[in-house]
T-cell receptor, first 112, second 114 residues
Framework: GEDVEQSLFLSVREGDSSVINCTYTDSSSTYLYWYKQEPGAGLQLLTY?????DMKQDQRLTVLLNKKDKHLSLRIADTQTGDSAIYFCAEDRGSTLGRLYFGRGTQLTVWP | DAGVTQSPTHLIKTRGQQVTLRCSPK?????VSWYQQALGQGPQFIFQYYEEEERQRGNFPDRFSGHQFPNYSSELNVNALLLGDSALYLC?????????????FGPGTRLLVL
């Protein structure tokens, strides 16, 4: 397909792990990104992974990359109510000029 | 460092009017990209400015135009507004050299066209 695909909704209980999945489109994508958007706000860069890596860990965040399947995931450990937001996956499709292609976003709801 | 700033935060216009949105990039960044985010959608790339010129453009009509100033700040202009132009308009800045830095987004301007 031509679009970055994400499931639209995910609900978890506080303290559990959250896993948000994404299928991107272009095997030449160099960087893959996860952005967070809280209600009424802009996009906050959470983390990114270079295409020659399989995994990247940053505190509670773990990014896994499967280039063969063009699958990207974001795991949030010990999910908190403050993690409730929309999470966007984005790819650069090999562009060195910084143009990003985004999915529709996954709405994460964390229940206390 | 103030990060990326945008003005105004909110704007209401009527169909057929024209609008100008403004963006100041993060300190040290010289490239500015504009995105449109419709409700319930991911951001869509409009265009990018570098060295005061449009460097690349997404699938948006000519009603959407822009400008970059010598201080790297940028404007997005939309003419003949349509109801469908109602969206959050996001500005992102990035440095000239792609190292580990990447695009940083501003808080956006929410445009409502009535």
């Amino acid at each position: 397909g031509e679009d970055v695909e994400q499931s639209l909704f995910l609900s978890v209980r506080e303290g559990d792990s959250s896993v948000i999945n994404c299928t991107y489109t272009d095997s030449s994508s160099t960087y893959l990104y996860w952005y967070k958007q809280e209600p009424g706000a802009g996009l906050q860069l959470l983390t990114y992974i270079f295409s020659n890596m399989d995994m990247k860990q940053d505190q509670r965040l773990t990014v896994l990359l499967n280039k063969k399947d063009k699958h990207l995931s974001l795991r949030i450990a010990d999910t908190q109510t403050g993690d409730s937001a929309i999470y966007f996956c984005a790819e650069d499709r090999g562009s060195t000029l910084g143009r990003l292609y985004f999915g529709r976003g996954t709405q994460l709801t964390v229940w206390p | 460092d103030a990060g990326v700033t945008q003005s105004p935060t909110h704007l209401i216009k009527t169909r057929g009017q024209q609008v100008t949105l403004r963006c100041s990039p993060k300190s040290g960044h010289d490239t500015v990209s504009w995105y449109q985010q419709a409700l319930g959608q991911g951001p869509q790339f409009i265009f990018q400015y570098y060295e005061e010129e449009e460097r690349q453009r997404g699938n948006f009509p000519d009603r959407f135009s822009g400008h970059q100033f010598p201080n790297y700040s940028s404007e997005l202009n939309v003419n003949a507004l349509l109801l469908g132009d109602s969206a959050l308009y996001l500005c992102a800045s990035s440095p000239r050299d792609r190292d580990e830095e990447t695009q940083y987004f501003g808080p956006g301007t929410r445009l409502l066209v009535l």
